[in-house]
């Protein structure tokens, strides 16, 4: 499994036959990527909910490459509205089969806009409320991915790491928005994964937090090793 960082949420999890790009979020609509949406070539997009900072450039990522979009239903509709023609649409509990693997939404804490319209696309200001968030369960190359999505910290993610044991946790530390580093220890605690891979912080101002001591404290309490990415960087799971 090899696993790429494009910064804040964005992360693409290849086993060498199929890419699974979540979140897209990419330069320069993201201020922490390297890569563009032109640089991208996923099989799949896979989308936790509708905020300007995880949709951005899944439009034009996957018309220009034919990638099949897997989104909670409303917002896979504002993406088929859109022009993207190969869209999944689950709700909470879906799960969507591939000849690889599979996708499932879970729940997370969170809100759900999509974006606005006319000179100001990505503001939440014009943009409308639709649906719940969601977490993803990415299982590819024998491994399961469970990427929270925006969320805080919840009890639940026990019981959906008991359903189906997690190899890689990747979720939010920054706080603001999402969790902060603390209760992200607990959440690894709940989970149990033997690697965590922190996303969502530093990208601005209000979500910059010490990653260095998230991993200190996750690894200190027994909950996983934690890898920490830069923006453009890869990791071997």
């Not at 409308?128 to 299982?139: C, T, Y």
């Amino acid at each position: 499994m090899e696993i790429k960082f494009h910064g804040h949420a964005c992360f693409e999890y290849s086993d060498g036959g199929t890419t699974v790009l979540t979140d897209p979020f990419l330069a320069p609509n993201n201020p922490a990527a390297v890569a563009t949406a032109a640089d991208v070539e996923p099989d799949v997009i896979a989308i936790t909910h509708g905020h300007a900072d995880h949709i951005a450039d899944a439009v034009p990522v996957a018309q220009r490459t034919g990638a099949q979009c897997v989104a909670m239903v409303e917002v896979a509709g504002w993406l088929g509205s859109h022009g993207v023609e190969g869209v999944s649409d689950p709700n909470l509990g879906g799960t969507v089969s591939f000849d690889w693997g599979w996708i499932k939404l879970v729940p997370a804490w969170h809100t759900n806009t999509l974006p606005g319209a006319g000179e100001n696309p990505f503001s939440a200001e014009t943009g409308v409320v639709v649906g719940i968030p969601a977490g993803l369960l990415i299982n590819l190359g024998g491994k399961t991915i469970y990427q929270t999505g925006d969320t805080c910290l919840f009890s639940d993610m026990k019981l959906i790491a008991e359903r189906n044991p997690v190899d890689i946790l990747v979720l939010p530390i920054g706080g603001h928005y999402t969790m902060d580093r603390h209760d992200a220890v607990v959440a690894a605690q709940f989970v149990g994964a033997d690697t965590v891979i922190p996303m969502h912080y530093d990208t601005f101002p209000p979500i910059e937090t010490d990653s260095a001591a998230f991993k200190a404290d996750v690894e200190a309490a027994g909950a996983g090793s934690v890898v920490l990415l830069k923006p453009g960087e890869g990791y071997s799971a």
